[in-house]
Structure formats: C-alpha cells, structure tokens
C-alpha cells in the first residue's frame, strides 16, 4: 500500500522490516474520562488500517498502551495530572477510575467495530521496562537528574522535531495553554522521564526507582511498551495528529538514544474532529460520546460510515446535520444491501477481480471513501446477487461497516409486519414492537382531537427514537431507519 508517512513528508511505498510482518503500534486513551467521539474518529481509521493490512495479507502484531499514569494536563510536563483529576472529580481512586474507562473505551469500540489490539498494556504495568531505559540513557549522557526529576536532554540529538510540516495549529495543542516553566530543564524541549519531585503530594501511584520513589512521564510509556512487546525494530506507529509533537517527538528522541540504531520508519496521524465551535476536547469536559449518539437515536455504525466517508489527512467537521446525512446513506446501504437474493453461486473470478481493484483504491493512502465508493460500484455492477454480497462481505471485513448482519436484521425486521388497529378502522403497520405502535395510535388521536401541537410532539419522539411513519388513508405504517 502507498501511504503518507509524516516523518518524511511524503507518501511512499508501505515497507516493513520483516517481509510480510507488520509491527504496529497505536497510542491509547487516557483512561480519566470517556473517549470522545473525536478520539474514536482517530481510532476508527487506525482499526480500518490494520485490517486493510491483514486484507493485503500482512501477519500483523498491533500493541496499545492505556495511559493510566503520568499524563499531565500540558503534553509538555505541566499541570496537574490528569488521572488525579478524574478521579478528584468522581471522589474515586485513581485505579477505579482507570478501570471504569478503560472499560467504557473498549465497549464504545465494540460499538464501533474496532477490533482489540493483539496486546493492550496499561502503563502501570511496565514500570521495570522504563526504570531500564531511563538507566540506560542516564549511562549513555542522554538524561541527566535535576531538582529530583529525571529529564530527557534534548541538546544531545543530531535531530529534534521531525514532524514539523503540521500546522502551527495543530502543534500548538502539544504545548497547550499554562505552559509553566519548569526550573530544571537545561534545554527548552527537555522532557521528564521519571518524576520524583511531584508538584502533586497526593499522587496515587509510586513507584520505588534509582531516582527516589515516584512515578514516570508520559512518554516513556510507550517506548517501554513498544520495544517490550514490538521488538527494536518497529514498522508502523498511530495516532491523533495532537500527538505528534511533543509526545511522538520525544518517543523517536528516547527510543533512538536507547537502541542506538532508528526505530520506527513509519508514522501515520488522524486529523482532528472538530466542531463547528472548534476542537473537541476531553480535558474541557464537554464533548460528544458514543453513549450521546445513541441515547439521541444514532446507530454508532452510522458514526463509522461518516469517518469513512472522508479522508484522515482532513480534519473532520462534526454536525448533528452530518451524522444525518451519514445515518440516511448508510440505512439506505443496507436496504439494498438487504434487498439482494441469497440463493445462487460466488463467482471467484469477479470475486477476485474486485478485490484487487478495492487494495488499489483503498490502498492509496487508506482511501476509505473510495472504499465507501467501491460499495456503491458493486451494487450497480452487472453480477448476480450471490457474487455482490460475496464482495461486499469481503470488502466489509475491512471497512467494518457491519453491512452483511445488518442487512439480514433488517429484512428480518421487515418480514414481521404486524398490524394493531385502532378507532374507526385505523390500523397500524409495524415491525412488531408495541410501545411504537402505542405511540403511533396516539399521535392518530391527537390529530383526530386537533391537537396538532402533541401529534407533532409525538412525531418527533418518534424521529428522535428512529422510527419513520407514513400515513396512508385508513392508518400508518412504521419502520426502522
Ligand atoms: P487521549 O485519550 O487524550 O490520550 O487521546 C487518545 C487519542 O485520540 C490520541 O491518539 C489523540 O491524538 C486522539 N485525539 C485527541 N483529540 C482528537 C480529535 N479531536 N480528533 C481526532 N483524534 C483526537
Ligand atoms: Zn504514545
């Protein structure tokens, strides 16, 4: 596949170290609050990634590290921490809070289709791996003590901020507001690898170290988990595009320093979800969840076809209006979808021939809209039905789209039409639910009573719930959208 690589600017050829083996590895939540919608747009196209790379027919081996430790408000070592921060705010320890959302992180994946990493490592897991590395870099005059802290110094390296084509915009968010300077640093982009001096007395998690007791930065944990259970030698490294510098700067800085020789060649980051009031943000404490999609009557999936309708080298702007859009594309994807035959033979040879096609289009720096395209293609294409669902099943084990199960719920749904009748001869047409129908005769009611301001009420409860009417002369009818 042809991928753009952010390290040198340039979309090149897809390589890895080891022919046909893929290393991988993505940055994880921070486990002190819900994942925003944004952080799931990011996670979305990385997840869509891998499975295009097992789809070319790479063995892959993806790691993620939930951060639980060491993340401070500023990525670049300041404020206050943000684990210590939920769970003052949930009057919880820091533990419960790391379980509850990690928890809540994986069951929004579900939601999403978003396969489970090979291995998931908390960072508190690997406290011995970063106490190793540090030591190492302390021995090689790469990291120096101060003040009690243990920095990482920046002015030893031949080269520093190798990402810097990214917008003044999206940098700036590395180095976020409150920005204090810290005393100890000898060179402005020096960054802690072990803190022992903690502004925060309270700190839940320590750790005994070399350096006194304490706990370790944040961007250590990813190299330690990285070459724990990548290896030295990593071919593919994801990530929001808010993580490039300083944190994604700082891993190559240590890795390198540590393993003497460079380490990962290739590095891939999601633009951001914004809305139409700008960035959405978890340390501000208001932000879209999967949990809001669904209580407003969104399918998650929905929320999946729009991130894949665009490209991730764009940011994304998120409206309640485009999630429509997405929502009505996508059901009516799967009415056709639900509208094709199931009897007959695969035809292989088509079967292959698109397939071939798809690894073209989407392999062109992960095209997924291309990807969404090509679904559209099959659909029109001159085969029989047995052959369309055989490549769109085939095409959906990369896009996750859900497209062949949802298709048959759907016609399942649509098989049982029951009716229950009302006043006067009105009768209601449904897929068999009786709350629905209770409210469908309700509206009937109202509007018979002229009271149009609840039947429009009730129309709404009912868009808002998914449901679509459609009034016929002697009744209704309902389904699912
Ligand atoms: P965090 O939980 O803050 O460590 O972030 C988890 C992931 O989401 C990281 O890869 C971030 O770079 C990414 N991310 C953060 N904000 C956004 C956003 N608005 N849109 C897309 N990705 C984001
Ligand atoms: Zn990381």
Redesign the pocket.
């Known amino acids: 596949m042809y991928l753009y690589n952010s390290a040198t600017h340039k979309k090149a050829e897809f390589v890895t170290h080891i022919p046909g083996r893929v290393e991988m590895y993505t940055?994880?939540?921070?486990v002190y609050h819900f994942?925003?919608i944004?952080?799931l747009?990011?996670?979305i196209m990385e997840d869509v990634l891998e499975k295009f790379l097992r789809y070319e027919g790479y063995e892959v081996n993806r790691v993620m590290n939930i951060?639980d430790v060491g993340?401070l408000a500023s990525d670049a070592d300041t404020g206050e921490d943000k684990m210590l921060k939920g769970a003052k705010r949930e009057n919880k320890t820091v533990m419960e809070i790391a379980q509850f959302y990690t928890d809540a992180f994986f069951s929004d994946c579900d939601k999403l289709h978003i396969k489970r990493p090979d291995v998931i490592e908390p960072a508190t897991s690997c406290i011995d791996e970063y106490i190793k590395i540090i030591s190492a870099l302390i021995e090689k005059g790469c990291a120096y003590v101060a003040g009690g802290n243990v920095y990482f110094d920046t002015s030893k390296l031949e080269r520093y901020y190798i990402f810097n084509d990214h917008d003044e915009e999206d940098l700036a968010v590395g180095v976020r507001e409150g920005v204090e300077e810290d005393v100890n640093k000898r060179n402005k982009n020096d960054f802690v690898l072990w803190f022992t001096k903690s502004k925060f007395e309270d700190q839940a998690l320590k750790w005994d170290s070399p350096w006194g007791i304490g706990y370790p930065g944040w961007h250590i944990e990813c190299t330690g988990i990285s070459l724990k259970h990548n290896g030295e030698y990593l071919d593919l490294h994801c990530?929001?595009?808010?993580?490039a510098f300083p944190h994604h700067t700082n891993e190559i800085a240590q890795s390198e320093s540590y393993l003497g020789h460079p380490w990962c060649p290739q590095w891939f980051h999601?633009?951001?979800?914004?809305t139409n009031s700008g960035?959405?943000?978890?340390s501000k404490g208001e932000f879209l969840t999967v949990s809001l999609l669904e209580e407003k009557g969104y399918d998650p999936l929905a929320y999946r076809f729009f991130c894949l309708q665009s490209h991730y080298r764009k940011s994304l702007v998120f409206s309640w209006e485009n999630l429509d859009n997405a929502q009505g594309a996508y059901h009516k994807l799967l009415r056709r979808i639900a509208a094709l035959n199931e009897e007959g033979a695969v035809d292989e040879a088509a079967l292959a021939e698109y397939k071939t096609k798809f690894i073209q289009q989407v392999g062109n720096d992960l095209n997924t809209s291309m990807g969404i395209t090509a679904l559209y293609d099959v659909l029109k294409a001159p085969m029989d039905d047995a052959t369309k669902r055989a490549v769109l099943g085939s095409f959906d084990s990369v896009l996750g789209l859900g497209l062949i199960e949802r298709a048959a719920a759907l016609r399942e749904r649509e098989a049982v039409q029951v009716q229950t009748g009302g006043a006067g001869g009105y009768t209601v047409t449904g897929e068999g639910d009786a709350e629905i129908d209770a409210l469908v005769l309700k509206r009937y009611e109202a509007k018979k009573a002229k009271d149009f301001a609840e039947a429009d009420r009730i129309r709404d409860e009912l868009k808002a719930m998914g449901i679509e009417v459609t009034d016929r002369k002697d009744g209704a009818s309902w389904r699912r959208v």
């Open positions: 940055c994880g939540p921070t994942a925003h944004g952080n747009r990011s996670y951060t993340h990530g929001g595009i808010d993580n999601v633009h951001h979800l914004n960035k959405m943000s978890k």
